[in-house]
């Protein structure tokens, strides 16, 4: 993971994301840290993290851990969203596997 400033990254223009989740995020990073980087392309997109990203920004956190793809996009095979599974097809097509 490599640590990057928040306000150098670009969060995707039109995703939401429940304040249920992001508060779930923001007790476990508080808890844990970060687990899982924060995925970006070479323009510093965020392509996948983006609760971890509105987490880190509310608990005000200035730097958060990245990884940058580099060659096309990786599929998800599930993320949990406030109790629930959703897997590849409700999720799209351009997210990173779970780690």
């Given at each position: 993971m490599t640590p990057l400033p928040l306000k150098k990254l670009r969060p995707p223009t039109r995703r939401t994301v429940s304040?249920?989740?992001v508060n779930q995020m923001m007790d476990d990073m508080e808890k844990n840290g970060q687990l899982r980087p924060i995925i970006i392309d070479s323009r510093f997109n965020i392509k996948d993290g983006f609760a971890r990203f509105l987490a880190a920004k509310r608990l005000?956190?200035?730097?958060?851990?990245?990884?940058k793809i580099t060659n096309g996009p990786v599929i998800a095979k599930s993320a949990s969203r406030c109790g629930r599974r959703l897997d590849s097809t409700q999720l799209g097509t351009t997210y990173h596997e779970q780690f």
């Open positions: 304040d249920c989740h005000g956190w200035e730097k958060i851990g990245t990884d």
